[in-house]
């Protein structure tokens, strides 16, 4: 397993944006070397997969609730990974996690269900009013 640290979260009007990241915290971890995936958790609702990356990033799945609005990126050295959600909405408040498939090194496949996952994130709060 690998610990995870996410952040960006904040307070933002309907309409505006949010970059949020995913940092790991060994220096020599990478995500392109694993399965990782966004998802987030609303009050009273179950946590909610959002997007879901396979190793060496080169497929990214989108759920339909965030498709054309958010993407998945990684920094060069892909040592911290990036949501960018665009065109926010009042129903994308919601604590939002990055999770990473540590068993499964290089696997060029996406996982979109929370239990495929073993390494998680505290999570960052968004909050959008409208």
């Known amino acids: 397993q690998v610990q995870l640290e996410e952040s960006g979260g904040g307070w933002v009007q309907a309409g505006g944006s949010l970059r949020l990241s995913c940092v790991a915290s060994e220096r020599t971890f990478s995500f392109k070397d694993y399965p990782m995936g966004w998802f987030r958790q609303a009050p009273g609702k179950e946590r909610e997969l959002l997007a879901a990356r396979t190793a060496s990033g080169g497929s990214t799945y989108y759920a339909n609730s965030v498709k054309g609005r958010a993407t998945v990126s990684g920094d060069r050295a892909e040592n911290t990974v990036h949501l960018q959600m665009n065109s926010l909405k009042p129903e994308d408040t919601a604590i939002y996690y990055c999770?990473?498939?540590?068993?499964?090194?290089?696997?060029?496949?996406?996982?979109?269900?929370?239990?495929?996952?073993?390494?998680w994130g505290r999570g960052t709060q968004a909050t959008v009013s409208s």
């Open positions: 999770a990473v498939k540590s068993s499964d090194y290089g696997r060029t496949a996406y996982y979109l269900r929370t239990t495929d996952y073993d390494s």
